[in-house]
């Protein structure tokens, strides 16, 4: 299929064993070497990495073993003629963080969090991607009064501008989402992550990452969250895929839920050239339903379906379009998208 110059990434975490919070895995679990074969098989460009995908029992080694160990994992990529997009530190899951990481009111906790930045920043160093991510996971509360808001936001500063004096050539974007693990989520919007990068000593290397079903979630239209992030130059990268209402992030197949806010995402991304900017990842799990022999159609699906909206986007017939507008005749424009969307090109 005509890829139209993107590049494409998932994680790990994207081949998944069907666990949810009211029951156990229902798919075995594939190692990381066959989900690395996996990667080339399904034709995929880049990988995304938690900094414990990339090195495990990261908390158990000392910085010297996870660069041996990083070096090591980046022959291998080079051999399998794949690239890291980035790392990101998973900062949920340690004891410590139960109350938060940058922003929790343990100091012994938020030193965990600096210190195991470091390790994310060195492995992404190795790796040779000059991108970082962060996911704020429990960085909020379930009791507003928990935790002084105003100082979260200056505690989520002090962090960023920690890791660029660390990393100096790094870049590191903000995934913002506004709910899930904790109730009430800091930064919860690509705007709140826009505003965070300008408080801090390097703005020029702080920029965003938008995920679909957290502007879902936020109660947002994702393509204009992406639009927002281009309009700053700040959208680094994405995480496409579906929800359907508010509830629990789905993280459904991209276009499954909503084929048109599907399109109008993948029309502000190829709009604005972000084949030129940055790779498209997928952030998509197979339901539960799905057998494990079959629990990769998910990423396949969803990569095409981008594509052929990406084809539905570049056949759209703009002068027609741009008719409907001058005319403010908004209705004849949902038709004229909608007839599109039901003819394959
Ligand atoms: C949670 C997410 C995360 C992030 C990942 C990279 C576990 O809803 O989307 O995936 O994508 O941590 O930032
Ligand atoms: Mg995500």
């Known amino acids: 299929m005509e890829k139209y110059g993107y590049k494409f990434s998932f994680g790990p975490w994207n081949i998944h064993e069907g666990a949810d919070p009211f029951g156990p895995p229902v798919r075995p679990s594939i ?4 989900k690395l074969e996996a990667y080339q098989r399904l034709g995929f460009d880049a990988v995304q990495f938690h900094d414990d995908d990339a090195i495990p029992d990261l908390d158990d080694k000392s910085p010297d073993q996870i660069v041996k160990e990083a070096r090591a994992l980046k022959q291998r990529l080079d051999a399998a003629g ?16 139960v109350d938060g990481a940058y922003t929790s009111n343990d100091p012994k906790a938020r030193a965990y969090a600096i210190e195991r930045s470091h390790k994310t920043l060195d492995i992404a160093n190795t790796l040779e991607t000059g991108f970082v991510v962060l996911w704020f996971a429990r960085e909020g509360t379930y009791q507003r009064e928990a935790k002084d808001a105003a100082r979260a936001v200056d505690l989520l500063a002090e962090a960023l501008d920690d890791m660029l004096a660390y990393a100096p050539n ?40 938008v995920e679909s079903a957290h502007a879902v979630l936020a109660g947002l239209d994702p393509a204009d969250e992406m639009a927002f992030g281009l309009a700053y130059d700040k959208l680094w990268s994405v995480h496409l895929n579906d929800q359907n209402g508010l509830k629990f992030d789905q993280d459904r197949a991209f276009g499954s839920v909503n084929l048109r806010r599907a399109f109008d995402q993948v029309l502000v991304l190829d709009d604005n050239r972000f084949y030129e900017k940055g790779i498209v ?12 022999e079959v629990a990769e159609k998910h ?9 052929w909206l990406v084809e539905r986007a570049r056949s759209l017939d703009r002068k027609v379009m741009q008719q409907c507008i001058d005319a403010r005749d908004y209705e004849e424009l ?10 394959r090109g």
């Not at 790094?170 to 506004?178: C, F, W, Y």
């Open 281 to 292: 990842g997928l952030d998509v799990k197979a339901v539960r339903t799905q057998k494990p």
């Open 334 to 343: 949902d038709r004229l998208i909608l007839e599109h969307l039901m003819t």
């Open 82 to 97: 794949l690239v890291a997009e980035f790392v990101a530190p998973r900062l949920w899951e340690h004891p410590i963080t």
């Open 299 to 307: 990423l396949i699906n969803s990569r095409d379906i981008f594509l």
């Open 170 to 209: 790094m870049r590191i974007a903000i995934e913002p989402k506004p709910n899930e693990p904790m109730d009430i989520s800091y930064i919860p919007t690509i705007g709140h992550a826009v505003a965070l990068g300008y408080k801090t000593r390097a703005p020029e290397r702080c920029g965003v990452l």
């Open 31 to 34: 190692s990381f070497d066959q």
